[in-house]
């Protein structure tokens, strides 16, 4: 994984820790209830990204190899960092 991706790796961490706390969470006292965690998954893990309808051909691939960095700020899901095009 390449340095410039340790700001996503602290972002990550941070993300995990408010919502996990050994008595109370930060999350929990916000919204006052538990946080849902099934959708935690490990950092530096591969995942695969899908690849909309609109951006693929008849006989393409649906999804694309890539490797979990994060979790998205705006929306539900993960940030994927994808080696051979070097995006996130």
Same mark, same amino acid.
């Given at each position: 994984? /390449?340095?410039?991706?340790?700001? %996503?790796?602290?972002?990550?961490? !941070?993300?995990? #820790?408010?919502?996990?706390? $050994?008595?109370?969470?930060?999350? %929990?006292? @916000?919204? %006052?209830? &538990? /946080? *849902?965690?099934?959708? +935690? #998954? ?5 995942? @695969?990204?899908?690849? /909309? $309808? %609109?951006?693929?051909? &008849? +006989? $393409?691939?649906?999804? &694309?190899?890539?490797? +979990? !960095? ?7 899901? @993960? &940030?994927?960092? *994808?080696?051979?095009?070097?995006? !996130?």
């Amino acid at each position: 994984m /390449p340095k410039f991706y340790w700001a %996503e790796a602290v972002r990550t961490t !941070v993300y995990i #820790q408010n919502r996990i706390r $050994d008595k109370v969470s930060t999350h %929990e006292l @916000y919204f %006052e209830r &538990k /946080p *849902n965690l099934a959708h +935690l #998954q490990v950092f530096g893990s591969i995942a @695969y990204a899908h690849v /909309p $309808d %609109e951006k693929r051909k &008849k +006989l $393409d691939a649906k999804s &694309k190899k890539c490797i +979990l !960095v994060g979790y998205s700020k705006k929306q539900k899901g @993960y &940030k994927c960092f *994808n080696p051979r095009s070097k995006q !996130v």
